[in-house]
């Protein structure tokens, strides 16, 4: 279905915002909405709202006292919200030729149908999940990198054995969430019914490196894992070792035990 927004405007402004790990949107799949999936709704007096299950909104055509309100209206509905939202901006414009073109920040569209603010805002909210992963990952890394130089020096500080844990469990929860919940580089399901919109998607998703932003993500994550997983291989390693020194002490006292009371066996 096509459907016109913005009344009449040939340049509109479009927000994407991560505003949590997830949006419970059954309240709004109840009431009027323009199209689903992804959920559209209408937002402000000309605008609509581009809603993801995982936790991303996009807005188009709103004001800033809008979006304020819009936001506000969504608080109850965000499960376990971001202090600091990732947010990316963009333009839309409208231009007659039937080709696309993405520069600094400009989206040009033939038309502002609902199919195409769609694949715009599937882009938009897979690139500030990501930008929140690469944020994420690259504090991950921070804290990795100690653990690594201290290789380099020993391998028998069990300091970091939680520590490690901790940081092994947020690495397999990323990747479970941008790979699971976001389906980062799986195509929408809206191009089965508008495979003529499959352009448009496509160099969307190479202005906004989504598919090489993810590979770039993952070799990271993977790097932080077998970091983390080498280090508490090597403390559950030195904890054995310590173990069968203990057994072996302990054999020895009772060996000694035992002679010294046979000594004292032969003297009475």
Same mark, same amino acid.
């Given at each position: 279905?096509q459907?016109?927004?913005?009344?009449?405007?040939?340049?509109?402004?479009?927000?994407?915002?991560?505003?949590?790990e997830?949006?419970d949107?059954?309240?709004?799949?109840?009431?009027?909405?323009?199209?689903?999936?992804?959920?559209?709704?209408?937002?402000?007096?000309?605008?609509?709202?581009?809603?993801?299950?995982?936790?991303?909104?996009?807005?188009?055509?709103?004001?800033?006292v809008e979006?304020?309100?819009?936001?506000?209206?969504?608080?109850?509905?965000v499960?376990?919200?971001?202090?600091?939202? %990732?947010?990316?901006d /963009?333009i839309? $414009?409208?231009? !007659?030729?039937?080709?696309?073109?993405v &520069?600094?920040?400009?989206?040009? =569209?033939?038309?502002f149908?609902?199919?195409?603010?769609?694949?715009?805002?599937d882009?938009?909210?897979?690139?500030?999940?990501?930008?929140?992963?690469?944020?994420?990952?690259?504090?991950?890394?921070?804290?990795?990198?100690?653990?690594?130089?201290?290789?380099?020096?020993?391998?028998?500080?069990?300091?970091?054995?939680?520590?490690?844990l901790?940081?092994?469990?947020?690495t397999?929860?990323?990747?479970?969430?941008?790979?699971?919940?976001?389906?980062?580089?799986?195509?929408?399901?809206l191009l089965?019914?508008?495979?003529?919109?499959?352009?448009?998607?496509?160099?969307?998703?190479?202005?906004?490196?989504?598919? %090489?932003?993810h590979? /770039?993500?993952? $070799?990271?994550? !993977?790097?932080i894992?077998?970091?983390? &997983?080498?280090?508490?291989?090597? =403390?559950?390693?030195?904890?054995?070792?310590?173990?069968?020194?203990?057994?072996?002490?302990?054999?020895?006292?009772?060996i000694?035990?035992?002679?010294y009371?046979?000594?004292?066996?032969?003297?009475?």
């Open positions: 279905m459907k016109q927004l913005f009344n009449g405007k040939k340049t509109v402004q479009g927000r994407a915002i991560f505003l949590g997830r949006l949107l059954k309240a709004l799949e109840k009431t009027d909405y323009l199209a689903t999936p992804p959920l559209v709704v209408p937002a402000g007096e000309q605008g609509c709202a581009v809603l993801f299950p995982y936790g991303a909104t996009v807005l188009f055509g709103l004001s800033p979006e304020a309100s819009f936001l506000t209206y969504l608080q109850p509905l499960v376990d919200p971001f202090a600091s939202p %990732e947010t990316e /963009v839309l $414009r409208l231009e !007659d030729t039937e080709g696309v073109r &520069e600094n920040g400009i989206i040009w =569209l033939h038309n149908s609902i199919e195409c603010l769609q694949i715009v805002a882009v938009l909210a897979k690139s500030v999940v990501l930008a929140h992963y690469e944020e994420g990952t690259g504090k991950i890394f921070d804290q990795i990198e100690p653990f690594a130089d201290s290789l380099q020096r020993t391998t028998k500080d069990e300091r970091w054995g939680k520590e490690l901790r940081q092994l469990g947020r397999l929860s990323i990747q479970h969430k941008i790979v699971g919940r976001v389906e980062i580089i799986d195509k929408p399901d089965w019914d508008a495979p003529d919109l499959e352009r448009l998607y496509s160099r969307l998703e190479k202005e906004y490196e989504i598919g %090489e932003r590979m /770039v993500l993952e $070799r990271k994550l !993977d790097l894992s077998s970091t983390a &997983e080498t280090v508490l291989d090597l =403390l559950q390693h030195n904890t054995g070792l310590r173990v069968e020194w203990y057994v072996v002490i302990l054999i020895v006292v009772e000694l035990l035992s002679v009371d046979v000594f004292l066996q032969m003297r009475a």
